[in-house]
């Protein structure tokens, strides 16, 4: 409703620019288009509904502050979690492989479309450690302890034109965050409790492995790793507009540290939108001491130099920094790319 309204105000607007209103209606506008972005936000607020998960026994609370690096070395070994750092951030990002029902954004929002079911269902799933990453309406989360076997969790109607709810919950035992998001038209939140079992199975594999994990960084059962890599590649993938670029890898690595990506311009040797590229690619990964252990990298990065209708040779190269600052180039591969501005220049 808010859109439409706010459309309407942008011609009215418009039309005032090229004809001759009052300057008191221009005015009046503004102000308007100004409340209702919080009259909206207000109305949803107002239009909630509780309902109650039972739930018992999670093992994410046995988790302590000692063990929770057993957890984020599980996590960055594993090519579901996509392991951030961000804004000061530390956080694992829950990924689903991509079918034709299931698809994962950047941001690791999952679209699912259940295969008996014509409702769309919306999810995010992040594992945060010391800070939560949180969601940008803080009104709307419930916060609560990852002990109590009855959650509560609020749920927001997203709009009177539709039947979808809006929760995010999370839930934090001993400095570590667990939270969910779920978009869909279920009142009884079943998607969030099918999350909440899954990552109780996972958790106890985690517990019950910690000792194989500290020692090779991932787990010999392949339960939670669904179709391992057993070879190195390095991948450039098109993203959704002109300008943005998958990098997807498979790397061998023997320590920890992080990886990131460049990219040159092959006529001139000239780095292009290094800044951006650095922070949108920047990943943790999993290490072995062992040679014959595969990691996941995976990163989605703007190129900014350049134009739409002209595709330029580039060098993408991969990289990686360990803890003593001591940096060495992993991978690289040519390819063609275009601009991200419609008129851009090197």
């Known amino acids: 409703m808010y859109s439409v309204i706010k459309n309407k105000l942008k011609a009215i607007i418009k039309r005032a620019v090229t004809c001759t209103l009052p300057g008191f209606i221009i005015v009046f506008i503004l102000v308007l288009m100004t409340i209702l972005p919080s009259l909206s936000q207000e109305n949803l607020i107002n239009n909630s509904q509780e309902v109650i998960i039972h739930y018992d026994n999670l093992a994410f609370t046995k988790i302590s502050s000692e063990n929770s690096k057993i957890l984020k070395r599980y996590l960055l070994g594993n ?80 709009d009177f034109r539709n039947s979808m709810l809006i929760s995010y919950i999370i839930l934090e035992s001993n400095g570590i965050f667990i ?99 650095h922070s949108m690619s920047l990943r943790e990964i999993g290490w072995s001491v062992n040679a014959d252990r595969y990691f996941h990298y995976n990163s989605e990065i703007k190129i900014f130099e350049g134009e739409f209708s002209k595709p330029y040779p580039v060098r993408f190269e991969l990289w990686s920094s360990n803890s003593l600052g001591i940096t060495r180039k992993l991978a690289e591969k040519t390819a063609l790319v275009k601009g991200w501005n419609r008129k851009g220049s090197f």
């Not at 000061?88 to 079918?99: E, M, Q, T, V």
């Not at 690791?108 to 969601?135: H, M, R, S, W």
């Not at 985690?206 to 994990?213: K, P």
């Not at 090779?216 to 943005?244: A, Q």
Request: hydrophobic letters at 30%.
């Open 79 to 158: 090519y579901r979690w996509d392991c951030r750092k961000d804004r000061g951030l530390c956080y694992a990002i829950k990924r689903n492989p991509d079918n034709k029902y299931n698809f994962t954004d950047l941001n690791g929002y999952v679209f699912l479309k259940p295969q008996d079911e014509k409702k769309e269902i919306y999810t995010n799933v992040l594992i945060a450690f010391d800070t939560y990453c949180g969601y940008p309406n803080t009104e709307m989360i419930t916060f609560t302890s990852a002990t109590e076997k009855n959650l509560k969790v609020s749920c927001f109607r997203e």
């Open 179 to 277: 939270e969910v998001y779920e978009r869909s038209s279920d009142p009884e939140r079943n998607t969030t409790k099918k999350i909440l079992e899954e990552l109780n199975s996972e958790f106890l594999a985690v517990l019950a492995g910690s000792s194989e994990i500290e020692k090779n960084g991932t787990l010999t059962d392949s339960t939670f790793y669904p179709g391992k890599f057993t070879n190195s590649f390095f991948e450039i993938g098109h993203g959704e507009k002109s300008g943005i670029y998958k990098l997807n890898a498979s790397l061998v690595n023997t320590e920890p540290c992080e990886i990131y990506a460049r990219v040159f311009y092959l006529k001139t040797g000239v780095e292009l939108s290094a800044n951006a590229v």
